[in-house]
């Protein structure tokens, strides 16, 4: 049995506690809030004083707190696998053009008017999946051709923002070429949303995030070999090739399927990975995984709580507060990295 030391169950204790905690604040607080001994009897299945606060919790809220932990594990767990296969800080599926890919495909399904897409078009929910994990999956398998040959990360981090910018190009025509309806619907996905899954969402949503996370469970040996280079790692015995289609697959399965139902979200994917490894000063992927997991969703509990401005009538793109909240947390790790190359 492996030993795990105690600071690192002191701090999941802790952090499950957390998460608890903030899932039970995050179904209270709203535009109409919630008292907590209500929200606990609605879980329950026990009566509440008022028949809406139960509709409000069941239909909306709790899909809504559920997202948010599948939104928060998955898309920092795919940033943990990427910074990992390209052994880069600033690697995430955002920055990486990633993200890009699932917009694009999503917008092809509802912009482009092609027959090819028409038909994903019918399958409602799957379609949308699909197409955003093969505009994921796309991307993704173009920056990592580029890799093979372009070692510097620099020039990786440059050649997969001008893939997200030719694909936000291409969104760009088609929008030009659209209607004003289907531009809105777009536009309104982009700002990134929880609320909007569906408990029949969720059940397509679920699997796949879960999947997502089970590979990246199994490839954790092999993604520590990994940071020691290919080298090291073909020296083991692992097969390179291999694992890093296991490591695609599943970063697109995470943030192509996110990103089809909660839109693009920022910085989740970049940051969180980061403060992970703040946290606890450790490369092992057998303590990341889980942690970024915890962590992800603790941040995205709290983005969304801020997002719904409890007491207001109005709600603030989770889009807008991830990036707000991950913003600094990238600026410090430039810094941070540029300070260490100075001080050598």
């Known amino acids: 049995m492996r030993f795990v030391p105690s600071k690192y169950i002191a701090f999941y204790t802790l952090a499950i506690i957390l998460l608890i905690i903030l899932f039970l604040l995050d179904i209270r607080y709203g535009t109409v809030n919630i008292p907590l001994d209500q929200v606990m009897k609605s879980l329950t299945g026990k009566p509440l004083e008022k028949e809406s606060w139960g509709f409000i919790i069941t239909e909306f809220r709790l899909p809504k707190a559920l997202t948010a932990l599948l939104v928060g594990s998955g898309l920092s767990v795919a940033g943990l696998l990427m910074q990992t296969l390209f052994r880069n800080p600033l690697a995430g599926p955002f920055v990486l053009g990633i993200s890009n890919g699932a917009s694009l495909g999503v917008a092809l399904l509802v912009m482009s008017g092609s027959s090819v897409f028409n038909i994903l078009y019918q399958l409602g929910n799957w379609g949308v999946v699909v197409a955003a994990v093969l505009g994921s999956s796309a991307v993704l398998s173009f920056v990592l051709l580029v890799s093979a040959k ?122 969180i990975p980061h403060i992970a490894r703040a946290v606890f000063q450790t490369a092992n992927h057998s303590i990341l995984i889980p942690s970024v997991i915890l962590i992800g969703s603790i941040v995205m509990l709290i983005c969304d709580m801020i997002a719904q401005m409890p007491g207001e009538q109005t709600t603030l793109p989770i889009n807008a507060v991830t990036a707000l909240l991950g913003a600094p947390i990238v600026i410090s790790v430039v810094i941070r990295s540029r300070m260490m190359k100075t001080s050598i």
Do not use: H
Not at 153 to 179: H, T
Not at 234 to 258: D, F
């Open 150 to 271: 372009v070692k510097d990360n620099v020039s990786l981090l440059i050649v997969g923002l001008m893939v997200g910018s030719a694909s936000g190009a291409i969104v760009s025509v088609l929008q030009f070429f659209s209607d004003a309806e289907l531009i809105q619907a777009y536009v309104i996905w982009t700002f990134g949303s929880l609320a909007g899954v569906s408990w029949e969402q969720l059940q397509i949503l679920t699997p796949i995030v879960l999947l997502g996370i089970l590979l990246a469970f199994i490839s954790q040996k092999q993604l520590n070999t990994f940071l020691l280079g290919e080298q090291y790692a073909r020296g083991l015995g692992i097969s390179i090739k291999k694992y890093r289609i296991v490591v695609i697959i599943a970063s697109c399965l995470l943030a192509g399927s996110i990103t089809a139902f909660c839109g693009p979200v920022a910085f989740i994917g970049l940051a």
